[in-house]
T-cell receptor
Framework: NAGVTQTPKFQVLKTGQSMTLQCAQD?????MYWYRQDPGMGLRLIYY???????DKGEVPNGYNVSRLNKREFSLRLESAAPSQTSVYFC?????????????FGNGTRLTVT | RKEVEQDPGPFNVPEGATVAFNCTYS??????FFWYRQDCRKEPKLLMS???SGNEDGRFTAQLNRASQYISLLIRDSKLSDSATYLC??????????FGIGTKLQVIP
């Protein structure tokens, strides 16, 4: 059981380049999330999707777009990367409708923008 | 006021010691609570859920105080392997999950 799979694990971009971070879960979860984690800042929510077909902005959505392709997949796109987007990105999923549903995280993508 | 607040530490404790972390939350509608553990440069992993009546899992005890809006994590007989960052997570029903900044624990031989 793979759980939550993120690709790539590492990426270096130049300012202005674009890329898409991929995330897939095989736990039949309704909700999926994208977080970024910076030193001293903790996990900050970028976007989330409560169910297939819906997406909502989180705390720090500027500079990002998302697509909930189907129930399994939730991608994060950086259209024009900036050095401020250097961070570790985590995708997570949880079962909606369950009050006590915890989040399950992918291994993370370490992105550096030069 | 932040939605979820934690003392970032670090808490440096000797092996075998008992250590406790608190986490306060601002949304009184919060329904579910968790403690996660995060090792350096790794993804957060669920340590335990926090139930209203309090719950224990081996050396770990979690408690919830709704009146004062805080949750706590107690670690007894600390091991070197307990060194990590402990994240408090609050999940208000129907709203997005909120993480605390995390409390760093370093267990010293």
């Amino acid at each position: 059981n793979a759980g939550v799979t993120q690709t790539p694990k590492f990426q270096v971009l130049k300012t202005g380049q674009s890329m898409t971070l991929q995330c897939a879960q095989d736990m039949n979860h309704n909700s999926m999330y994208w977080y970024r984690q910076d030193p001293g800042m903790g996990l900050r929510l970028i976007y989330y999707s409560a169910s297939e077909g819906t997406t909502d902005k989180g705390e720090v959505p500027n500079g990002y777009n998302v697509s909930r392709l189907n129930k399994r997949e939730f991608s994060l796109r950086l259209e024009s990367a900036a050095p401020s987007q250097t961070s570790v990105y985590f995708c997570a999923s949880s079962g909606t409708g369950e009050v006590s549903a915890p989040l399950h995280f992918g291994n993370g993508t370490r992105l550096t923008v030069t | 006021r932040k939605e979820v607040e934690q003392d970032p530490g670090p808490f440096n404790v000797p092996e075998g010691a008992t250590v406790a972390f608190n986490c306060t939350y601002s949304n009184s509608a919060s329904q579910s609570f968790f403690w996660y553990r995060q090792d350096c440069r790794k993804e957060p992993k669920l340590l335990m859920s926090v139930y209203s009546s309090g719950n224990e899992d081996g050396r770990f005890t979690a408690q919830l105080n709704r009146a004062s809006q805080y949750i706590s994590l107690l670690i007894r007989d600390s091991k070197l392997s307990d060194s990590a960052t402990y994240l408090c997570v609050v999940n208000p029903w129907g709203q997005k999950v909120t993480f605390g900044i995390g409390t760093k624990l370093q267990v010293i031989p």
